[in-house]
């Protein structure tokens, strides 16, 4: 280093307003591998007996790495160490052998984690499968889109997710990404028949590297910015040089890369290199964990296919619980899907593996509602709902020798001594709520807790017992007054599901006790299996009836009424629909259509005070309400036993005016023009860009896009009304500069605006109240935190 010349630089700049220092500044960014570079890492990786990977695999690997020099090094076979000098972890069942390097930021894709698997998702994870060579597992997985638009939405909502809920980037921007990020590559297959490609996904570190795409997006970005940059740069820039596609999108990255360069060493080549340079050289590399072999040891259970992903996914879940644990949730998805895992390779003579196979990939999502009938194949054969996915899905797993083995591998993965039917029920909860997950996510919470507290497995479901396929659960209640336990068993889960996923049967604390029923108070206290079970005896025609009368109402695209009720602030009606109402009723078994009335013949909703009582009638008796509180129910809604499917509605929202934005009036609004009408003539007040694809866009993509134009709106407002009082002096007494009716009109509409603004930000306020989670390892020195 002549004359003491320093290799890095330190940086004093601003962001978010505050003043960073930023050390270690790089003052060159590495250059992109040449193609002798990618040969001799292939060739390196073909002379190491302790791993394959597709010659495709290595190549992304060598176009990743900085170093690819220091690569094959590594993949050297040694006297003293026959696989090379690689990081070796022994996990269940499988020893990973994996190298460490730094890679460009802008060749990691972000892969699906277990804590993704119970969150609310407008994009569902891909289908993933383990890769086999000569009878061995390879260190490389499938995962399987169904078109590269999938791909590139799944990566946008990953890191949108990902930064709405937390982001590193001023600790990145300090000191850089400073823990390796686990990753492996993949072969990426798409279903339309698009050009498979191989590329390096990162399992663990997601937070980490959302966090560095938020530095390359600069200060202000927010996470919707951040995430179409990812987005576009990762999957949008097809090159035309390259045989295949993935070398086509390779190249697209490495001319963007090459912009970057370019534009870091203009800021270097200035007097004061500044905040653009810092953002430059603190996110380009990231430190990474790339693993490159596996092997499964001896009385391993399960298949070759299966051995990478599961030690992977046991490597994650170390991680997440001996630093920075997922919620519970994401755990439960974790368990039970690797539990059935273990069983489909113990290869038992009670059950077909293909059969076993078929449920796994219902209970994952890899099988798709519509194909249901496909898997269970049985006359009649089960309609193509989501509600009937979770009556088959529980009945296959509730069987009573798959249940205790189920059972035994759970407590293996979580370490326990034992597990009860609640502890179970906490498992499926869910697994159970994916297909309606993002339309019911307002009361995602108190399913789920119904779930934990047993959920509707009841002693006669968890006993065995064959779903009875039906278009009308109604059909289903004679039957099981007659002592067909199959009847019985399929109202009490399908109902029983319906009344949880839609906070009708919630696990009822004491402060429910005393409480109106309309408030969701309940007569007595009550485990909810304890209800399912009182509701699904052979006695109970009044719970039979409430319990067929539920999932014939049940729909998995929307919220009822009852739970989640809809109030006009503004008065303004709601839009005209052409889908009946969402609401559930209280039973009446002297009705002709047993549907309880109050005297002037309008149909009464049905509480969770109901839905307990009529678990018990005897004991709910003794604390019945004399006077119920009724809510106006419209009376066009379907009496009969039957319901609409789980389908799409096209109800507008209310106060919403068809083509335009609730509550504008004449406004018009499309996809990146917000426009008013004047005297017949359409002027556009602001212009945003576009996101790909309107139609097909996210909603989160959509919901950025809104957000800006509400922001924007607002500001055009004030800036209106200063005009309005800077010309008020100007304007003659003929006339106000604006009429009163006009100004009647914009009160009511902004307190409408005001009132819904404060709601949602008390509502974001309560759901990003922190969680008692460990320090994030890059927050671990700036708070002084060492190990």
């Known amino acids: 280093m002549p004359n003491g010349a320093r290799s890095t630089l330190s940086l004093e700049v601003l962001w978010d307003g505050d003043p960073i220092r930023v050390t270690n500044v790089a003052r060159h960014l590495p250059l992109e591998s040449t193609e002798n570079d990618i040969t001799a890492v292939v060739a390196a990786g073909h002379t190491n ?76 994870d891909p289908q993933v499968h383990g890769i086999v060579h000569q009878g061995r597992p390879g260190a490389v997985a499938q995962y399987r889109y169904e078109s590269l638009s999938h791909l590139r939405k799944h990566v946008w909502q990953t890191i949108y997710a990902t930064l709405s809920l937390n982001s590193y980037a001023t600790s990145i ?38 966090s560095a795409w938020a530095v390359l997006a600069g200060d202000g970005a927010d996470p919707a910015e951040t995430a179409t940059l990812a987005s576009e740069t990762l999957v949008g820039g097809v090159s035309t040089a390259g045989e295949d596609l993935g070398q086509r999108l390779a190249a697209g990255r490495a001319q963007w890369r090459q912009k970057l360069r370019d534009e870091f060493d203009t800021e270097l080549k200035g007097l004061a290199p500044g905040l653009r340079a810092a953002q430059i050289a603190q996110s380009y590399v990231v430190p990474a964990q790339i693993a490159v072999g596996v092997e499964g040891h001896e009385g391993r259970v399960l298949s070759p296919e299966d051995i990478f992903d599961d030690a992977i996914r046991s490597i994650l879940a170390s991680v997440h619980v001996e630093f920075q644990q997922w919620n519970d949730a994401a755990q439960n998805v974790e368990v039970i899907t690797r539990a059935l895992k273990r069983i489909i390779q113990q290869d038992d003579p009670r059950w077909k593996t293909a059969e076993l196979q078929a449920v796994y990939g219902l209970a994952v999502g890899r099988i798709p509602v519509e194909d249901l009938p496909n898997v269970f194949g049985r006359e009649p054969a089960p309609p193509r709902t989501a509600l009937w996915r979770a009556v088959y899905l529980i009945s296959a797993l509730t069987q009573p020798d798959l249940l205790d083995l189920l059972k035994d591998e759970a407590k293996a993965i979580k370490g326990g001594q034992r597990m009860s039917m609640k502890g179970f029920g906490e498992l499926l909860g869910p697994i159970i709520d994916l297909p309606w997950r993002a339309k019911k996510k307002l009361v995602t919470k108190q399913a789920r807790n119904a779930w934990n507290n047993g959920g509707v497995l009841s002693k006669d479901v968890t006993q065995g017992w064959t779903p009875r396929a039906t278009e009308d659960f109604t059909t289903l209640i004679e039957p099981a007054l007659n002592g067909d336990d199959d009847a019985r068993c399929t109202l009490a889960v399908a109902g029983g599901v319906a009344l949880i996923a839609d906070k009708l049967l919630t696990r009822n604390v004491g402060s429910s006790l005393g409480a109106k029923k309309e408030k969701g108070g309940v007569p007595f206290r009550a485990d909810v299996h304890k209800v399912i079970e009182g509701l699904s005896r052979r006695d109970n025609k009044i719970g039979l009836w409430t319990l067929a009368l539920a999932a014939n109402t049940f729909r998995g695209d929307d919220l009822p009424q009852n739970s989640v009720p809809k109030q006009s602030l503004t008065g303004r009606e709601p839009a005209a629909s052409t889908e009946p109402p969402y609401v559930y009723f209280k039973v009446d078994l002297d009705a002709a259509d047993h549907i309880a009335r109050d005297a002037n013949g309008v149909p009464l909703p049905l509480y969770e005070w109901d839905v307990v009582a009529a678990s018990d009638p005897e004991r709910a008796a003794k604390n019945e309400i004399t006077t119920p509180v009724t809510i106006p129910v419209p009376d066009t809604a379907p009496l009969s036993g039957t319901a609409p499917a789980d389908t799409g509605s096209s109800a507008g929202h209310e106060g919403e005016e068809p083509g335009g934005v609730p509550g504008t009036g004449s406004a018009l609004f499309q996809y990146g023009v917000a426009a008013e009408t004047v005297h017949g003539e359409t002027r556009s007040a602001f212009s945003l860009p576009a996101p790909r694809d309107d139609d097909t866009a996210l909603p989160s993509q959509r919901a950025a896009l809104h957000r800006k134009a509400l922001r924007l709106g607002v500001q055009g407002a004030r800036d209106a009304l200063d005009h309005l009082h800077a010309l008020e002096p100007e304007v003659g007494d003929h006339t106000p500069v604006v009429p009163t009716d006009q100004l009647n009109n914009l009160h009511t509409l902004l307190v409408g605006i005001l009132t819904d603004v404060e709601n949602l930000r008390r509502k974001v306020n309560e759901q990003s109240a922190p969680e008692e989670d460990g320090l994030p390892y890059e927050e671990v020195l700036k708070e002084g935190v060492t190990d």
């Open 49 to 124: 007996p302790s791993m394959w990977l597709p010659d495709k695999s290595w190549e992304a690997i060598a176009r990743a790495t900085t170093r690819p020099d220091a690569l094959t090094v590594q993949l050297q076979p040694t006297r003293d160490e026959p696989y090379g000098p690689l990081m070796v972890e022994n996990v269940e069942g499988a020893t990973l052998r994996s190298i460490v390097t730094r890679v460009l930021l802008s060749e990691l894709f972000p892969g699906p984690q277990p804590r993704t698997g119970m969150e609310v998702s407008e994009v569902a």
């Open 173 to 210: 921007l300090r000191r850089s990404v400073t823990r390796n990020l686990i990753t492996h590559p993949v072969e990426i297959a798409f279903e339309d028949g698009t050009e498979t490609m191989h590329v390096l996904v990162v399992r663990d570190g997601i937070t980490r590297l959302a």
